[in-house]
């Protein structure tokens, strides 16, 4: 079953990437400058968020290692 569908995913994707045809854009500086701001405001929201939650994780984590023990 996972062959089957790993076998669909590529032939997909291998079809995908015969239809696609050459786009005349233009990026400016400016796109990749947004495009780097938005990852590194993702790193620092996700690192602020681990920061305020640690010690829940920390004490969730703790107390199930805790109660496992305790049932010798």
Do not use: C, H
């Given at each position: 079953?996972?062959q089957k569908s790993l ?66």
């Amino acid at each position: 079953m996972q062959q089957k569908s790993l076998v669909i995913l590529l032939l997909s994707l291998f079809s995908v990437g015969l239809l696609v045809t050459p786009a005349s854009a233009y990026l400016d500086p400016g796109t990749a400058s947004i495009l780097f701001q938005m990852m590194i405001a993702t790193v620092l929201g996700v690192g602020f968020a681990v920061k305020i939650y640690w010690m829940k994780i920390k004490n969730y984590f703790g107390k199930k290692a805790r109660g496992e023990g305790d049932s010798e």
